[in-house]
């Protein structure tokens, strides 16, 4: 199943994407509450989904699918490439870094170049979704704990990123951290380790990679992660970028105001957002 959440009103509401409609859910919970409860609510989804109806999906505009998520956790130097671009060894041990709630954007909404900033970048990424809590979970069963993943674009801005020894704050500005279009659930989208996934600016490819790629995967990811902390529905994991980024070409090429950048992952549909000076 495909979950959006859209705008309505003032308000946010969740709906299931069938081919170009969108069938409202009718329930007023949020995507969190709705990851949470899903054993109980997803026949009554199926079943509403089956009915058809709903709205053209071009009609609405949709938000982030989930807007605050509990926690954003995101690896670093996961792809042999990008590690080779970043002149950097492959680290033996997995390197995260967060980023906070407040950087979530909606998937096809304008992405801000900060005040006094002028190396904002793209990192194209498939992004995990927790659904339900879960500490020591080993990596044998961590995908029970997936509920469903999206595209997430893990924008940056470099000179932050490399001012000091950890990258947070870099990586947590306002509108940096878009997702979407939708979140479809794990069942879905089969093996999380064999989507293509692509960014590219005003049309010109600049990633291109699969998830087979992944330096850790996903399993190995949810173990090490939830050797520290609880995961809870809807805490959001970035599971790395592949090469390309604007910072590793020659020369470097960082994003500016009227960029258009697209990121696509297999199975999962694209998001693209045009770079804004902050206003
Ligand atoms: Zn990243």
């Known amino acids: 199943m495909k979950l959006a959440a859209y705008h309505h009103g003032d308000t946010v509401r969740t709906g299931i994407v069938v081919n170009d409609r969108l069938i409202d859910t009718g329930l007023a919970s949020s995507m969190i509450d709705l990851i949470a409860h899903w054993p109980a609510m997803k026949d009554n989804l199926a079943a509403k989904a089956a009915a058809g109806g709903g709205v053209p999906l071009a009609s609405v505009k949709l938000a982030a699918p989930i807007e605050r998520p509990g926690k ?98 870099g990586k947590s500005f306002d509108t940096h951290a878009p997702i979407g279009p939708w979140l479809t659930t794990a069942d879905e989208v089969g093996d999380p380790h064999a989507l293509n996934l692509s960014c590219s600016v005003n049309g010109e490819p600049r990633q291109q990679s699969n998830t087979r790629h992944l330096v850790f995967n996903l399993w190995q990811q949810i173990e090490h992660l939830s050797t520290a902390m609880t995961l809870e529905p809807g805490d959001l994991i970035f599971t790395g970028t592949p090469g390309g980024v604007g910072a590793a070409m020659d020369p470097r090429q960082f994003l500016k105001p009227g960029d258009v950048v697209r990121c696509e992952v297999e199975r999962l549909g694209h998001i693209e957002g045009t770079m804004v000076a902050e206003p």
């Not at 792809?79 to 407040?102: C, G, L, N």
């Not at 069963?141 to 000091?164: I, K, L, P, S």
């Open 72 to 169: 954003i956790w995101a690896i670093g130097l996961n792809y042999a490439d990008h590690i080779a671009e970043s002149k950097m060894e492959t680290p033996q041990r997995q390197v995260w870094f967060t980023k906070a709630q407040t950087s979530i954007n909606g998937p096809f909404d304008p992405i801000q170049i900060a005040r006094g900033t002028a190396t904002a970048d793209y990192e194209v990424e498939l992004v995990a979704v927790i659904g339900k809590r879960g500490k020591h979970i080993p990596a044998a069963q961590a995908a029970d704990y997936v509920f469903g993943y999206c595209v997430g674009n893990d924008v940056t801005e470099r000179m932050w990123q490399h001012a000091g020894p950890q990258w947070s704050l």
